[in-house]
């Protein structure tokens, strides 16, 4: 723990970090209008006792690829940083050199399971150097963003049962504790 975060920890009462700690999740589904494609981002975040954060994102995409068909890509990031309580509002410190990005897999949500294998290596193997494209931009997209906001804070931290809420920008978000 660096010796600024010492020192503002000793500032302010544990009530909103003790019940910050844990895994909270917060699902976002969006529909690009113009492609048609439909993102789901699941995101993980850990608040640890050490004040330590990961941030997990899964990132499933189910566009239309040739002769129309359904593909669900699926890709997953992981940050790590720092955290500290600060009245009603979280400090979040990413450390975006920590940040890792991988292609999960695919799959193809209109065929049944016995032809599923098939069809991911015939479509990994045709488009592979395509995915591996794909994750080298998030992961430059998602370290400049990281970059950015690092520093940044959740505000208004509202508890009701295993949810919070907070304001994030300017939006409020709401996250459902999963552990």
């Known amino acids: 723990m660096t010796l600024l975060l010492s020192i ?14 844990g895994t909270w999740q917060r699902i976002l589904v969006t529909t690009d209008e113009t492609t048609g494609t439909q993102e789901t981002q699941t995101v993980l975040r850990t608040f640890a006792p050490d004040h330590a954060l990961t941030e997990t994102v899964v990132y499933e995409q189910r566009v239309r690829w040739m002769n129309d068909e359904t593909v669900l890509l699926r890709f997953r990031s992981t940050v790590s940083g720092q955290w500290v309580a600060n009245g009603r509002d979280v400090l979040l410190r990413y450390f975006h050199r920590t940040l890792e990005v991988r292609y999960e897999d695919v799959s193809f949500p209109d065929h049944d399971v016995a032809v599923q294998g098939e069809l991911r290596h015939a479509f990994e193997k045709k488009n592979g150097k395509y995915l591996r494209n794909y994750v080298d931009t ?7 963003y990281f970059r950015r906001n690092s520093g940044s804070a959740i505000l208004d931290v509202a508890f009701q049962g295993q949810q919070f809420t907070a ?7 709401a996250f459902q504790r999963v552990d």
Do not use: I
């Not at 998030?138 to 400049?144: K, Q």
């Not at 304001?167 to 978000?173: A, Q």
């Open 167 to 173: 304001t994030l920008g300017d939006e409020v978000v």
């Open 138 to 144: 998030m992961r430059n997209v998602l370290r400049n």
């Open 8 to 21: 503002l920890l000793s500032f302010f009462p544990p009530a909103l970090a003790d019940s910050l700690l």
